[in-house]
């Protein structure tokens, strides 16, 4: 599990103040850039040293909560699933102010992609898949 924080920024949202809902896609691809570095499968030198990328598959995002302007931000991500040619996380938005009430949760799915081609990570790096397996169990441990 990995959290990164940030404040809803003014080019962040609308005119009404309240965030502009791509922008959570943004913050989801921070706090999974964070969770890889946390994990030691660095996006930039690790995964990207051996020509793995993650192609965004599917994502989706639920909102409970309006964000707006200031708002300090706590995304939380999480790996959910780990397969030799895909993995899954979850994200969370913590309410600014409000200690256990979610404003977004979310999800992305991702393919192990390397030269524009979708890879099986057993076969062309598996010691990345070990790893992606390691660090799901500490999610869930």
Known sequence: MATWNSVVRWSEVDAA???YHAHVFDWFSETRIAWLHEHLLDYYTVLRQVNVELLVKDAHAKFFHALQLGDVVAVTARLTEISATRCAFSYLIDAPGRPGTLAVIGSTDHAFVVGGRA??????APELLTQFRQAANSDLG
Not at 119 to 124: E, G, I, S
């Open 119 to 124: 890879k099986r990570l057993d076969r062309y």
């Open 17 to 19: 103040g309240i965030i």
